[in-house]
């Protein structure tokens, strides 16, 4: 009898192009998927929380298909693997690697107890397309800037896609599965959850779909369009990546095959999705990037704490329409145009003088793309804290920010000023009660004038100057 090998599937819900899994199957032994919700799926937001169990279900299915089952175990992940192991006789556990502080934690801590119990754990290649410490700058450090580690990696071999599995062997007897309903995964989403749906695309072939989407419409004009919040210029694949339903070699050959055809913004496109990368460079170098200045001048900054100015930040009812309908997109439909993340950010850290964390904790809260690297290294970039930073004085004006990028003032319309509109009546369907607001409440005055904004932002950032 071959002893059966446990995949624990994380944030890759993917059959192609996944290492562990192919390795698995190719040792000819039963395989036993298990999705296991741990503390660190507990801790997630309430929009990225859903999501993920959206995403499980789905890939439960993706399974099933291929005669096989996802088994699903709420605990600690090592007690959980362990009571599997006894249940099932198996004798190995693989997995893809994670490149975020939490998750490394957890899985040395995984990986040093099974093996301590004689059981062969192996991680394999992850949701990356270059390993964090495979990038290197001349005197082997980090890179603290984006673009000499775009021209490290851009020349580089990828080696091709592996292909999905057509079946994947069972085991003889499979091990009791928890159901996904009890998680309560949406709980947090309350009025939210119904409305948000209509924005999701959850799944393996749906990403598939929205890269041949972009690949045949948008990727020719992607660099000229791909700041302008209304066109359809950029290819949403965050909200699939952030659950590993696509993986970044895929897109990059797809992307790289394109652009030798002839496509002009693929190598825009590249360059984009290795920011992704530089993201979990960055953490894995910096571990404390999600939650400290990178720069540790930027500790003698005063920040404010949460303050009533942030919450209306957050119920977009700042009185700066671009800054506003940002707020409310990202509410509606749990994500938001990344111009649009950079002026809301700018904003709220400038105009505001808001503490980043402040705002990395609702986007973590609100984005069904949340991604640990991305988020802390996006508010960081913004902030003006963190490596390779926008400077401090580099401060977004939300109003020539919508003459430039929404000059017909669309966006703007359909999020905060045309109340017909299906995202109006999406924000104002998703928001709680206790937040007051009705589409009849009138739009507010400006929270603070831009240039007052701006004049008082730069004050405290020479008095750091000053302090530091
Ligand atoms: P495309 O333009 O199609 O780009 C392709 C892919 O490249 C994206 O899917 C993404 O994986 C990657 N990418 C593009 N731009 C960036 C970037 N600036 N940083 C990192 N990766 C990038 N992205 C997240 O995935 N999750 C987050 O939680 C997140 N939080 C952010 C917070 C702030 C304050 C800012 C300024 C940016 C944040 N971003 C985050 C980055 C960026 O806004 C999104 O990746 C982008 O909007 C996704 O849209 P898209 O898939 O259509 O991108």
Redesign the pocket.
Same mark, same amino acid.
């Given at each position: 009898m071959k002893k059966p090998i446990i995949i624990w599937f994380r944030r890759d819900l993917r059959i192609a192009d996944h290492s562990a899994l192919c390795a698995a199957v190719a040792t000819g032994r039963p395989v036993i998927p298990v999705f296991i919700c741990d503390p660190m799926m507990d801790a997630l937001g309430a929009a990225p929380k859903w999501r993920f169990g959206l995403g499980v279900e789905h890939f439960a299915k993706t399974l099933a298909a291929l005669g096989s089952r996802l088994i699903l175990r709420r605990g600690e992940p090592l007690t959980v693997l362990r009571d599997l192991i006894r249940e099932t006789d198996a004798d190995a556990v693989y997995w893809s690697r994670a490149y975020d502080t939490d998750g490394i934690a957890r899985d040395r801590a995984v990986k040093a107890g099974l093996q301590n119990d004689g059981i062969d754990a192996q991680s394999h290649m992850g949701h990356v397309l270059f390993e964090p410490w495979t990038v290197a700058n001349k005197s082997g450090g980090y890179f603290k800037v984006y673009t000499p580690f775009w021209k490290t990696v851009r020349g580089r071999h990828l080696d091709a896609c592996l292909p999905a599995p057509r079946t994947i062997p069972a085991p003889d007897v499979w091990p009791n599965s928890e159901a996904i309903d009890d998680w309560q995964l949406g709980q947090g989403m309350q009025r939210g959850r119904d409305v948000v749906s209509r924005y999701v695309c959850v799944g393996e072939t749906n990403a598939q779909g929205r890269l041949d989407t972009?690949l045949d419409h948008a990727i020719g004009t992607?660099e000229h369009n791909?700041d302008f919040p209304e066109k359809p *210029?950029?290819?949403?694949?965050?909200?699939?990546? =952030?659950y590993g339903e696509i993986s970044?070699r895929m &897109?990059w050959h797809a992307a790289y095959g394109a652009m030798q055809k002839g496509a002009q913004g693929g190598e825009h496109?590249l360059k984009?999705?290795?920011?992704?990368e530089?993201?979990y460079h960055l953490m894995y170098h910096f571990p404390a990037l999600a939650d400290q200045n990178w720069r540790s001048e930027w500790d003698a900054f005063h920040w404010l704490p949460d303050n009533e100015n942030a919450e209306r930040w957050r119920r977009g009812m700042t009185g700066e329409p671009m800054v506003d309908a940002a707020m409310r997109e990202l509410y509606a439909t749990g994500?938001?145009?990344?111009r649009m993340?950079?002026i809301?950010?700018s904003y709220l850290t400038k105009h505001l003088r808001t503490d980043w964390r402040v705002?990395?904790d609702w986007? *973590?809260q609100c984005?069904i793309?949340?991604?640990? =690297?991305?988020?802390a290294?996006?508010?960081q970039? &913004?902030a003006g804290c963190g490596p390779d930073a926008s400077p401090y004085f580099r401060i977004f004006n939300p109003a020539t920010q919508g003459e430039k990028f929404d000059k017909s003032q669309s966006y703007r319309k359909r999020f905060l000023f045309d109340e017909n509109s299906a995202e109006q009546r999406a924000f104002f369907a998703a928001i709680p009660k206790s937040w007051g607001i009705t589409s009849g409440t009138p739009y507010p005055n400006p929270l603070v004038s831009l240039a007052d904004g701006r004049i008082a932002a730069l004050e405290a950032y020479r008095a750091m100057r000053g302090r530091s």
């Open positions: 972009f992607y791909r *210029a950029t290819s949403r694949l965050s909200e699939n990546f =952030a970044p &897109v496109f984009e999705l290795v920011w992704r530089y993201a994500t938001m145009h990344n993340r950079m809301a950010a705002g990395r986007f *973590a984005l793309d949340w991604d640990p =690297a991305a988020n290294m996006g508010w970039w &913004v």
